[in-house]
């Protein structure tokens, strides 16, 4: 942005543009050091300073109202999140995509939102903050040679790099002759230490009629354990 300070923003009064790009930064950078964050944070509110202005090094200077912005920065890095589902995926044929939209219906059906995302359509760094806005993701991804499809194994591995945590998660996809692709992200989960939903869901081939209604309840029966998990927060 050309502008430099919050209040000059005219989405400024609900912080709705701002926030989001709080989200962002924290999703993309500073997820790794979540607990050191909340410990400074404190520290600083500790002293009973009032502060007037936060002007970082580089980005909007905060003088409108910087207590917010430091509880939302510390609101991040517990761990708070919204009750919803992200379904990042990628797709060779259509049919793993054929299968994010009975999934999706089936966790709407439970009373949580959902966002659709393809890799191959969206930026990695949005698609971070996806993740790290949901309570809840579901992986999806095609078998290619036994193994992920590429796209996905990125996404996991640099993912893997920021340390999430507070995050549950399960994976679905397509395969042709043999499957692989699923077992190896719950793989990449475990690495993670995420909490984890199983077992995935496979389909052989293009879904048929039945097996969208098995997507469908996969869909409702991951909503249902992310709102019990949601609940510990």
């Not at 000059?8 to 989001?20: A, K, P």
């Not at 995926?89 to 299968?99: I, N």
């Not at 190896?184 to 993670?192: G, I, L, Q, S, V």
């Not at 077992?199 to 709102?227: H, M, N, W």
């Amino acid at each position: 942005s050309a502008f430099r300070f919050d209040d000059e923003f005219v989405t400024c009064e609900s912080m709705s543009e701002l926030e989001d790009a709080v989200i962002d930064y924290y999703a993309n950078i500073l997820m790794p050091f979540g607990q050191l964050i909340k410990t400074k944070i404190a520290e600083i509110q500790k002293l009973g300073l009032e502060i007037e202005m936060i002007a970082p090094d580089h980005g909007i200077i905060w003088r409108s109202n910087p207590q917010k912005v430091m509880q939302a920065y510390m609101d991040t890095a517990g761990g708070k999140s919204n009750l919803s589902v992200s379904i990042i995926y990628d797709t060779m044929w259509h049919s793993t995509e054929q299968m994010t939209y009975p999934i999706m219906q089936g966790i709407k059906d439970e009373g949580v939102e959902c966002k659709v995302i393809r890799l191959r359509a969206t930026p990695m760094s949005i698609a971070i903050k996806e993740f790290w806005r949901s309570r809840g993701a579901l992986i999806g991804t095609p078998t290619l040679n036994n193994i992920m499809y590429p796209t996905i194994a990125e996404f996991l591995t640099h993912l893997r790099g920021l340390r999430p945590k507070n995050r549950i998660v399960g994976a679905f996809g397509s395969y042709g002759w043999g499957g692989g692709a699923v077992k190896e992200a719950y793989e990449e989960f475990k690495k993670m230490g995420l909490e984890i939903v199983e077992p995935g869901l496979q389909i052989l081939y293009r879904p048929s009629l039945e097996d969208e209604t098995k997507c469908y309840e996969f869909g409702k029966e991951f909503a249902k354990k992310v709102k019990e998990y949601h609940l510990k927060f």
